[in-house]
Each structure stands twice: as C-alpha cells, then as structure tokens.
C-alpha cells in the first residue's frame, strides 16, 4: 500500500502562482509513476501531469502545458506542482495519485490516491 496525503492548496487571483505538494508514505520502492489529476463539480476527473519515479519521463495535459511545472524528491517521497499563470478554470480539487503499471496519464491505471487539494482561482 501506498499513502499519499496533498497540500499546498489555496485561493490565488488570477495569474498567480501556487506550487501542490504530495507526500508519499508505505511502499513507495513499487511506485512506477506519479500523477496530478483533478476535479470539478461539473467535469469528471481529468488528468493534469505526471513523473516516473526516477524522473525520467513527464507527461503534461494540453490545458497546463508551459504552465504548470511537475517534479520529484525521492529523497523526501515527495511529489510537486508548480502552477503558474493560473486561470480561473484551474479552479478544481486536485488529487495526487500513484500507480505501479507502466502508465503515465490513464487514470484508471493509478491504484492510490490522496484526499484531494483545494485550489480556487479567482478573476
């Protein structure tokens, strides 16, 4: 099992700036990816960004792309996203998640989740 616990969400204007934070715990040796996913009440989840463990490999969704910055502490079991030039329509629960399949942005492929990171972003 792998524990993942978010932080680091917040209200921000428009064009800010907000950096998430994810710690993971448990059996991280087995994780092959993490990821960013998020969620309104209208939208289904829809995936964000996400890392290999090592680093190796990133994957951005279009809407973030230029934007928003994934990375990786292995040494802190810690995930990051820096989010800038933020839009109103970033404006989502955010969701950390693990996954020990050979994936990057399939949701369905990410076994573990955390609770979940308010961001709202106001114009």
């Known amino acids: 099992q792998v524990q993942l616990v978010e932080s680091g969400g917040g209200l921000v204007q428009a064009g800010g700036s907000l950096r998430l934070s994810c710690a993971a715990s448990?059996?991280?040796?087995?994780?092959?990816?993490l990821g960013w996913f998020r969620q309104t009440p209208t939208k289904e989840r829809e995936f964000v960004a996400a890392?290999?463990?090592?680093?190796?490999?990133?994957s951005y969704a279009d809407s973030v792309k230029g934007r928003f910055t994934i990375s990786r502490d292995n040494a802190k079991n810690s995930l990051y996203l820096r989010m800038n030039s933020l839009r109103p329509e970033d404006t989502a629960v955010y969701y950390c998640?693990?996954?020990?399949?050979?994936?990057?942005?399939?949701?369905?492929?990410?076994?573990?989740w955390g609770q979940g990171t308010q961001v709202t972003v106001s114009s």
């Open positions: 448990g059996r991280t040796s087995s994780i092959y990816a």
């Open positions: 890392i290999t463990w090592n680093g190796a490999l990133t």
């Open positions: 998640a693990a996954t020990i399949i050979v994936t990057l942005s399939r949701e369905s492929a990410y076994q573990f």
